[in-house]
C-alpha cells in the first residue's frame, strides 16, 4: 500500500525558493514513477514534473521549467521539488502522485496516477 506525505509548503516572496518533500510509508517505492502537481483555486489540478522510478528520465510543465527540480531518493522512499525563483502564479496546493504504467517512464495525466497525498499549500507573495 503507498501512502503518500508531502511536507515543505509554506509562505515565500517572490523570488525565494522552497524544498517540498514527499514520503511514502510502504515499501514499494521504486516500483512507482512519481509525478507533482498543484492546483489553485478555482483551477483544475495541473501536472508540475514527474520523475520515472529510478530517477532516470523527467519532465516538467512549461511554466516552471528551468525554475524547479524534481528528484528521488529510492533509499528514504521520498520524492522532492525544489522550487526557486518563486513567483506569485506559483501558489498552489501542490499534491505528490505515484503511478505505475508499462507505456512511458513518466506521466503528466492525473488519470495516469493511483495514488495521492493530502498536499501542501504554497504561497508566493509579490
Known amino acids: 500500500q503507498v501512502q503518500l506525505v508531502e511536507s515543505g509548503g509554506g509562505l515565500v516572496q517572490a523570488g525565494g525558493s522552497l524544498r517540498l518533500s514527499c514520503a511514502d510509508s510502504?515499501?514499494?517505492?521504486?516500483?512507482?514513477?512519481m509525478g507533482w502537481f498543484r492546483q489553485a483555486p478555482g483551477k483544475e489540478r495541473e501536472f508540475v514534473s514527474a520523475?520515472?522510478?529510478?530517477?532516470?528520465?523527467?519532465k516538467y510543465a512549461d511554466s516552471v521549467k528551468g525554475r524547479f527540480t524534481i528528484s528521488r531518493d529510492n533509499a528514504k522512499s521520498t520524492v522532492y521539488l525544489e522550487m526557486n525563483n518563486l513567483k506569485p502564479e506559483d501558489t498552489a496546493v501542490y499534491y505528490c502522485?505515484?503511478?505505475?504504467?508499462?507505456?512511458?517512464?513518466?506521466?503528466?495525466?492525473?488519470?495516469?496516477?493511483?495514488?495521492w497525498g493530502q498536499g501542501t499549500q504554497v504561497t508566493v507573495s509579490s
Open positions: 502522485a505515484a503511478g505505475r504504467s508499462n507505456l512511458a517512464p513518466v506521466f503528466v495525466a492525473t488519470t495516469s496516477y493511483n495514488y
Open positions: 520523475i520515472s522510478r529510478f530517477g532516470a528520465t523527467t
Open positions: 510502504g515499501r514499494t517505492f521504486s516500483m512507482y514513477a
